[in-house]
């Protein structure tokens, strides 16, 4: 566990010496590795059953984007971030420590997804402020935060309470529409609600990224409560339609596409697709093994500190780098989904699940965008972009997915009442 | 700095960051190890973790022999008839034992294969550690536990 974060505070020294200032760097780095171990220690104590590989991953990722972050602006970005991983550490330590039992947070669903709405809208209102284009952060005091990230785990709770409490139900196909088996439409009723009020806010503080995140997450959850196909394809439908809209009223989505077919047509490049094709040049200057880390130029991308964070490190640890970022987030996600199917409980299992999709998708989401395989949407790369919102709210989410992996280990395990497949044996 | 120094620091950077990578990787594969290794090894040391009886051998059992339990160990009883396990006096086997139930379980022919059934008892009917919901096919090699009684399925 130590080498890891040795590995990790490596990272921030590498890049370091590549610059003047290391003196400054030093106590930062102290401080990341101090907190990690301590949190480590903490974890050891609190959680000694909890899945061992969960923080160390993170912490890896969170430390490579705190490398990147730093190289782009050692004076403003880099310290204001390290400040929010140590913010993130303690918010992890404090879920940890106030969640003792993560089936109790089950009884508050309601109020979680009614407070999921409302974080949502506030940035909606006029307290809302307008960057980038995006209406999605608040403005208290100096500090600029995103509800939206704390609005992400509030829905899933509520929809894993509300799906665990209700899913033979909506399993069950009661009626019958072009010959296929469907469940009685009144099922489809609150949750569709919820979709439509999380979309529309989205679409209202133009947000097309996380317009997706929502919609993905509920389908992903909604599959896996029911096992039923007929969701995922009625969500397909639903999000075709969605995006055939979005592309016809808004001209940012419209741009958006455009600079995705075509980025380096000549009439964009400079402006609209200018961002991504930097991008783009950025990876591939990379190579194999990448300029080093403070030796390439990923400055000159727009946003690289935020949503253009892997292309950053792409640029300067090559594909070998980006190859094992991505492994990192593969295997967090596999550990995610492996803590969700020994979950216990139904509630624990949909929300063990839940929260690895907000966590997957929005890296496939935000990958896919920055390397040109799908449309981008400004998203956060988790643990990694530059956004102290966006951290904190991974560190909770990881420290609900130990939690719950803790609960499932330390349980007694209940008598043997495993169902037998008779089919098996024929 | 020259850039020597620097490329060199860039190689020794990815080699650590790959030695984090084939360490969680190995702890997720040392994990599922143990996991098989824990079904296969207790079948020398404890006959009662006995491991699923190996694919293929889908031959009917005909005799039921008392592997474990009290006073009738070493015992086995022909599966020709129905064979019925209670605590009541009227069963073929009658066990005493107080995690049984009056009419416990049944093992009964049907066609050239053997039945087990639970008859609705109190603590449940195991067929090789997993509790019956449903009447299931015994082959030989599946161990049933009736209580404190273990019966393991002969030729």
Same mark, same amino acid.
């Given at each position: 566990?130590?080498?890891?974060?040795?590995?990790?505070?490596?990272?921030?020294?590498?890049?370091?010496?590549?610059?003047?200032?290391?003196?400054?760097?030093?106590?930062?780095?102290?401080?990341?590795?101090?907190?990690?171990?301590?949190?480590?220690?903490?974890?050891?104590?609190?959680?000694?059953?909890?899945?061992?590989?969960?923080?160390?991953?993170?912490?890896?990722?969170?430390?490579?984007?705190?490398?990147?972050?730093?190289?782009?602006?050692?004076?403003?970005?880099?310290?204001?971030?390290?400040?929010?991983?140590?913010?993130?550490?303690?918010?992890?330590?404090?879920?940890?420590?106030?969640?003792?039992?993560?089936?109790?947070?089950?009884?508050?669903?309601?109020?979680?997804?009614?407070?999921?709405?409302?974080?949502?809208?506030?940035?909606?209102?006029?307290?809302?402020?307008?960057?980038?284009?995006?209406?999605?952060?608040?403005?208290?005091?100096?500090?600029?935060?995103?509800?939206?990230?704390?609005?992400?785990?509030?829905?899933?709770?509520?929809?894993?309470?509300?799906?665990?409490?209700?899913?033979?139900?909506?399993?069950?196909?009661?009626?019958?529409?072009?010959?296929?088996?469907?469940?009685?439409?009144?099922?489809?009723?609150?949750?569709?609600?919820?979709?439509?009020?999380?979309?529309?806010?989205?679409?209202?503080?133009?947000?097309?990224?996380?317009?997706?995140?929502?919609?993905?997450?509920?389908?992903?959850?909604?599959?896996?409560?029911?096992?039923?196909?007929?969701?995922?394809?009625?969500?397909?439908?639903?999000?075709?339609?969605?995006?055939?809209?979005?592309?016809?009223?808004?001209?940012?989505?419209?741009?958006?596409?455009?600079?995705?077919?075509?980025?380096?047509?000549?009439?964009?490049?400079?402006?609209?697709?200018?961002?991504?094709?930097?991008?783009?040049?950025?990876?591939?200057?990379?190579?194999?093994?990448?300029?080093?880390?403070?030796?390439?130029?990923?400055?000159?991308?727009?946003? !690289?500190? #935020? +949503? *253009?964070?892997?292309?950053?490190?792409?640029?300067?640890?090559?594909?070998? =780098?980006?190859? &094992? $970022?991505? %492994?990192?987030?593969?295997?967090?996600?596999?550990?995610?989904?492996?803590?969700?199917?020994? !979950?216990? #409980? +139904? *509630?624990?299992?949909?929300?063990?699940?839940?929260?690895?999709?907000?966590? =997957?998708?929005? &890296? $496939?989401? %935000?990958?896919?965008?920055?390397?040109?395989?799908?449309?981008?949407?400004?998203?956060?790369?988790?643990?990694?972009?530059?956004?102290?919102?966006?951290?904190?709210?991974?560190?909770?989410?990881?420290?609900?997915?130990?939690?719950?992996?803790?609960?499932?280990?330390?349980?007694?395990?209940?008598?043997?009442?495993?169902?037998?497949?008779?089919?098996?044996?024929? | 700095?020259?850039?020597?120094?620097?490329?060199?620091?860039?190689?020794?950077?990815?080699?650590?960051?790959?030695?984090?990578?084939?360490?969680?990787?190995?702890?997720?594969?040392?994990?599922?190890?143990?996991?098989?290794?824990?079904?296969?090894?207790?079948?020398?040391?404890?006959?009662?973790?006995?491991?699923?009886?190996?694919?293929?051998?889908?031959?009917?059992?005909?005799?039921?022999?008392?592997?474990?339990?009290?006073?009738?160990?070493?015992?086995?009883?022909?599966?020709?008839?129905?064979?019925?396990?209670?605590?009541?006096?009227?069963?073929?086997?009658?066990?005493?034992?107080?995690?049984?139930?009056?009419?416990?379980?049944?093992?009964?022919?049907?066609?050239?294969?053997?039945?087990?059934?639970?008859?609705?008892?109190?603590?449940?009917?195991?067929?090789?550690?997993?509790?019956?919901?449903?009447?299931?096919?015994?082959?030989?090699?599946?161990?049933?536990?009736?209580?404190?009684?273990?019966?393991?399925?002969?030729?």
């Amino acid at each position: 566990m130590a080498l890891i974060v040795g590995t990790g505070a490596l990272g921030l020294v590498a890049v370091a010496r590549n610059f003047d200032s290391l003196g400054l760097a030093a106590p930062l780095v102290a401080a990341v590795a101090g907190c990690y171990i301590a949190v480590n220690i903490f974890l050891r104590r609190v959680a000694p059953h909890a899945d061992p590989l969960v923080l160390p991953l993170a912490a890896i990722l969170n430390v490579m984007g705190l490398a990147a972050v730093y190289r782009l602006d050692p004076d403003q970005y880099g310290p204001t971030q390290v400040i929010w991983t140590v913010v993130g550490v303690t918010c992890f330590v404090t879920v940890l420590m106030v969640v003792r039992d993560y089936t109790l947070l089950s009884r508050f669903k309601y109020l979680l997804g009614f407070a999921g709405v409302g974080l949502l809208m506030i940035p909606a209102t006029p307290l809302g402020t307008e960057i980038n284009g995006a209406q999605l952060w608040i403005k208290v005091g100096a500090f600029s935060f995103q509800p939206g990230e704390i609005a992400k785990l509030c829905l899933v709770i509520f929809l894993a309470a509300y799906l665990a409490e209700r899913k033979e139900l909506l399993a069950i196909a009661s009626s019958r529409l072009a010959g296929f088996h469907v469940p009685d439409l009144k099922h489809f009723g609150p949750l569709l609600v919820m979709w439509g009020i999380s979309l529309a806010v989205m679409f209202y503080e133009k947000d097309l990224g996380s317009s997706l995140l929502f919609f993905s997450i509920f389908l992903v959850m909604l599959y896996i409560a029911t096992a039923r196909l007929v969701y995922v394809a009625f969500g397909l439908l639903l999000f075709f339609a969605g995006a055939f809209v979005g592309y016809s009223v808004f001209s940012h989505v419209r741009v958006r596409v455009i600079t995705w077919l075509d980025v380096f047509d000549p009439r964009y490049i400079q402006d609209e697709g200018y961002q991504l094709a930097q991008s783009l040049f950025a990876l591939a200057t990379g190579g194999l093994f990448g300029t080093g880390l403070g030796q390439g130029r990923p400055d000159i991308i727009p946003a !690289a500190e #935020t +949503d *253009f964070i892997f292309s950053v490190l792409g640029e300067e640890l090559g594909l070998m =780098g980006t190859a &094992a $970022i991505l %492994i990192c987030f593969m295997l967090l996600v596999a550990r995610g989904l492996r803590i969700a199917m020994n !979950a216990r #409980t +139904d *509630f624990g299992q949909l929300l063990a699940a839940g929260l690895t999709a907000i966590f =997957g998708i929005q &890296a $496939i989401i %935000i990958l896919a965008g920055v390397t040109r395989l799908l449309p981008l949407t400004g998203i956060t790369l988790p643990f990694m972009s530059y956004g102290g919102s966006s951290l904190v709210s991974n560190f909770i989410l990881i420290a609900l997915l130990v939690r719950i992996s803790h609960q499932t280990a330390d349980a007694p395990a209940p008598a043997e009442t495993s169902e037998i497949l008779i089919g098996g044996r024929g | 700095m020259p850039d020597l120094v620097l490329d060199l620091l860039k190689y020794v950077f990815l080699i650590l960051l790959y030695i984090f990578v084939a360490r969680a990787v190995r702890a997720v594969f040392l994990e599922m190890r143990p996991a098989t290794a824990q079904n296969r090894a207790p079948v020398s040391r404890s006959p009662a973790r006995t491991a699923p009886p190996p694919r293929g051998s889908r031959k009917a059992p005909r005799k039921a022999a008392v592997v474990e339990g009290e006073g009738l160990r070493g015992k086995s009883f022909s599966l020709n008839d129905e064979l019925t396990i209670g605590r009541a006096e009227k069963n073929t086997l009658v066990l005493n034992d107080s995690y049984v139930s009056q009419f416990h379980a049944r093992i009964s022919p049907r066609g050239e294969a053997f039945v087990v059934e639970d008859m609705g008892s109190t603590n449940g009917t195991y067929l090789n550690k997993r509790r019956l919901t449903a009447p299931a096919e015994l082959q030989r090699g599946d161990r049933v536990k009736i209580g404190k009684t273990v019966l393991e399925m002969r030729k």
